[in-house]
């Protein structure tokens, strides 16, 4: 595996694991989607923003670029994202929406290869299809099976499936356009988002519920995760950054049990030990045959 790819996939892996307690937090947080909105997006702007005002060597040339088709598409997707995961967990059954920000592999191998041009190997593919068969057992297995039959889940689906959508374009648009201004297309739009959240909410109702879970979330484990893994896309595939990213989706419930007490069924178990089978087998193969990846 070439320096490059190799740097992404770390940078992806490190990015999904403080990812993690995301659900668990916005568990703790008792707040409703609309509210979990205003407060993510207030601190993780505000983070990611800072963050960039401080290592930015050339702030006119990351403004104009912001301006640009590509910066305006990653502040468009950032908004998207951060509006309908909030919404989707609020609102339905949180596996159903897990299994729907599953499909991000999938739009991910698609979107590259209609914007960078870019092909995905039948092991990608192979990789895709296994992950997305232990998660699929992971959420709907064992006590799960019901939940699809009701608009609820439909729903809430739906919004998975945004999201998994506007997560792959931002991968996609980022790794075509690698002069990105990261930390300030990002923060813009998850400034925007919070601002949409509070100015919907009221600043009253805004604090109802544990602020400081919100805090916590979109201080530290939105900024820090978000930039790794848009940074990876600058050195591996899309899709792999994605198919990294399920790991998220096992090990969210896991963190769950230990911060809310909801024990993980023998299906999440069966589930995610063959995502991280997968994705153990997929990376070992990788490194070995690093011409199946197309490194920039």
Do not use: K
């Amino acid at each position: 595996m070439s320096a490059g790819v190799s740097r992404g996939v770390l940078l992806a892996l490190v990015g999904t694991v403080v990812l993690t307690p995301d659900a668990m937090l916005m568990r703790l947080s008792g707040m409703e989607g609309i509210q979990m909105t205003g407060w993510r997006g207030l601190f993780m702007g505000t983070m990611m923003l800072l963050a960039w005002a401080v290592t930015s060597r050339d702030r006119g040339g990351d403004m104009a670029r912001l301006r640009s088709g590509p910066g305006a598409m990653i502040v468009v997707a950032q908004v998207l994202n951060s509006m309908l995961f909030c919404l989707g967990i609020a609102s339905a059954p949180a596996a159903v929406v897990l299994m729907g920000v599953a499909a991000v592999p999938v739009f991910s191998a698609l979107l590259s290869r209609v914007v960078t041009g870019e092909t995905t190997s039948a092991l990608t593919w192979a990789a895709i299809a296994a992950v997305m068969a232990g998660i699929g057992i992971a959420v709907l297995g064992g006590g799960h099976g019901d939940v699809a039959l009701n608009w609820a889940a439909v729903t809430g689906a739906g919004f998975g499936l945004g999201v998994a959508f506007v997560l792959a374009l931002n991968f996609v648009t980022v790794r075509a356009s690698p002069d990105l201004p990261i930390l300030l297309a990002i923060g813009v739009g998850a400034w925007i988002a919070g601002g949409i959240g509070w100015s919907l909410t009221g600043v009253e109702a805004m604090f109802q519920g544990r602020v400081w879970a919100m805090a916590v979330t979109g201080g530290v484990v939105l900024p820090v995760s978000f930039f790794l893994l848009s940074l990876a896309a600058r050195h591996t595939l899309a899709a792999n950054v994605s198919l990294l990213m399920l790991l998220e989706t096992v090990l969210g419930p896991l963190w769950v049990w230990i911060g809310v007490g909801e024990r993980p069924t023998a299906a999440m178990l069966v589930g995610g030990a063959i995502v991280v089978g997968s994705l153990t087998v997929y990376l070992s193969i990788l490194r070995r045959r690093a011409a199946l990846i197309v490194p920039r």
